[in-house]
């Protein structure tokens, strides 16, 4: 079986809460799952200005560039800033110029989940400017599409859902909480992501 990481940033706690479900997806293949944090930039002190809170992710090591060798996958999470990552994950992936140099990462697999305080706050632009730098290491980009044809497809309640992936609303005060609904693609997501993965694993094993 596959090795994949949960790559986590999250400032409210949404994210942390989505990467459960994420999580419990992937584990359900078989795969081996390993879950991280992406290093906070900011200081404590403006961190408590913004009543950040860290403690749901707090028990995750920090990934480092050189530990994404280690896997076959990466699944990324994070909220969005301006319809991008946040600058904690950029410069998270600025690091990584002497695995670009070297090509330590080309044909692994990756895909993205994210959250935004509102349904127009840049959910798929967030993914959408984030494939770039998995295009730039040569790793695959694995979208959920709509295997929950039903659940994304649902008029009646305020998701996060897209065809790139899991995600949930926030709203502006971080006050919002992920529904069902969510939690549903969020499992799926993982899911599908480990299966693609286990079976690359698996044939290249033989080939």
Known sequence: ????????????????????KVIEGA???GATVDVYQIEETLSDDVLAKMHANKAPISKYPVI???????????IFGFPTRYGR?????????DRTG???????LIGKFASTFTSTASQHGGNETTHLT?????????????PHGYRNFA????????????????????????????????????TSQGKHF??????????????
Not at 1 to 20: E, L, N, P, Q, R
Not at 98 to 104: E, N, T, V
């Open 1 to 20: 079986m596959s090795k994949i990481a949960v790559i986590v940033f999250s400032m409210y706690g949404h994210i942390a809460s989505i990467s459960d």
């Open 27 to 29: 584990r359900s293949t």
């Open 64 to 74: 480092t560039p050189d530990a994404l060798k280690e896997y076959d996958g990466f």
């Open 85 to 93: 990552a946040p600058a904690q994950v950029s410069a998270f992936f």
């Open 98 to 104: 002497g695995l670009w140099a070297s090509g330590a």
């Open 130 to 142: 984030t494939i770039p730098f998995f295009v730039h290491h040569g790793i695959n980009y694995v």
């Open 151 to 186: 659940e994304q497809s649902n008029l009646n309640e305020i998701h996060g859902a897209s065809a790139y992936g899991a995600g949930t609303i926030a709203a502006g005060d971080g006050s919002r909480q992920p529904i069902e609904l969510d939690y549903t693609i969020a």
């Open 194 to 207: 480990a299966d693609v993965v286990n079976t690359y694993v698996k044939g290249k094993s033989v080939a």
